[in-house]
C-alpha cells in the first residue's frame, strides 16, 4: 500500500489516451475486471497541493469519475489484486467510504452518490460543487 488512506480506483491517463480508455485500463490493472465505464458522475478539479510525509508535490488536475456499476456475484468473484496496485478492496457504505477516505476523496464520494441518483453530473472543485 502507497497511501495511507483508501482511495477510488484510478490513474492518470497516458499519452495519447482518453479518459474513457483510461478508466478502462486502470480498473483491469487494479482489478483485473474488463468492463466499460459507464456515465460520467462528476468532474473534478484539483488545484496543485503536497502530499505525504516527503511533502511530494502533485500538479492541479481534471479528476473523472465513472459509474462503475453494479457487479454481479460472478464478476466479485473475478476480481484479482494485482501486483503493487492494491492492498485491498471491500464493498462499504457510502458513509463508511467517508470515514476510510481523506477528507476531499470524501466529499467527491458523496457528490457522486448524489449525482448518481439524480442522473446528473457533478461538476466540482477540489471536491466541492461549483456554485
Same mark, same amino acid.
Given at each position: ?24 485500463? $486502470? /480498473?483491469? %490493472?487494479?482489478?483485473?475486471? @474488463? ?7 462528476? =468532474?473534478?478539479?484539483?488545484? !496543485? ?25 460472478? $464478476? /466479485?468473484? %473475478?476480481?484479482?489484486?494485482? @501486483? ?7 464493498? =462499504?457504505?457510502?458513509?463508511? !467510504? ?34
Amino acid at each position: 500500500m502507497y497511501k495511507p488512506a483508501w482511495d477510488l480506483p484510478g490513474g492518470a491517463a497516458e499519452a495519447d489516451e482518453s479518459p474513457h480508455a483510461a478508466c478502462r485500463r $486502470e /480498473v483491469a %490493472e487494479e482489478l483485473g475486471l @474488463d468492463r466499460p465505464p459507464g456515465r460520467v458522475l462528476a =468532474v473534478d478539479w484539483v488545484p !496543485a497541493r503536497t502530499i505525504g510525509p516527503d511533502q511530494t508535490l502533485l500538479p492541479d488536475g481534471v479528476i473523472i469519475v465513472y459509474d462503475g456499476g453494479v457487479l454481479t456475484p460472478a $464478476e /466479485v468473484e %473475478e476480481i484479482v489484486l494485482m @501486483d503493487g496496485e492494491l492492498a485491498g478492496f471491500e464493498f =462499504v457504505t457510502a458513509n463508511e !467510504a467517508a470515514r476510510r477516505v481523506n477528507p476531499l476523496v470524501a466529499r467527491r464520494i458523496s457528490a457522486c452518490v448524489q449525482a448518481c441518483q439524480a442522473g446528473t453530473v457533478a461538476a466540482l472543485e477540489n471536491g466541492s460543487p461549483v456554485t
